[in-house]
């Protein structure tokens, strides 16, 4: 079975940082696609970032681009999400998903297509 348990939400003010993570669990050993979307109430759910989890480049949305870094270890099938210079408007509950064993790294920039697996979602709050 597998499951997708994030970790590292909470409360910042403008200008703080936080880091989520989020461990995925139940696959077979390979590459996966993990990324991290965000859905405020009332809005449409955003992807925020995505990777390959074996060397993979990294794929940011505008509004992420130069504040998030994703990463991944890839040996404990775990990726990070390193927020910098946030914003109230990144605000949200942040969810992570993944894509098991993908045909290729390309996949995991396809946003509009249906991601396998999600976590719970974890809150982040950004006060100004």
């Known amino acids: 079975q597998v499951q997708l348990v994030e970790s590292g939400g909470g409360s910042a003010h403008a200008g703080g940082s936080l880091r989520l993570s989020c461990r995925i669990s139940?696959?077979?050993?390979?590459?996966?696609?993990m990324g991290w979307f965000r859905q405020d109430p009332g809005k449409e759910r955003e992807a925020v970032a995505s990777?390959?989890?074996?060397?993979?480049?990294?794929k940011y949305a505008d509004s992420a681009k130069g504040r998030f870094i994703l990463s991944s270890n890839f040996a404990e099938n775990t990726v990070y999400l390193q927020m910098d210079s946030l914003k109230p408007e990144d605000t949200a509950m942040y969810y992570c998903?993944?894509?098991?064993?993908?045909?290729?790294?390309?996949?995991?920039?396809?946003?509009?297509?249906?991601?396998?697996?999600w976590g719970q979602g974890t809150q982040v709050t950004v006060s100004s």
């Open positions: 990777i390959y989890t074996y060397r993979g480049s990294p």
């Open positions: 139940g696959v077979r050993s390979g590459a996966n696609c």
């Open positions: 998903a993944a894509i098991t064993i993908p045909p290729g790294p390309w996949v995991c920039g396809d946003w509009q297509r249906t991601w396998d697996y």
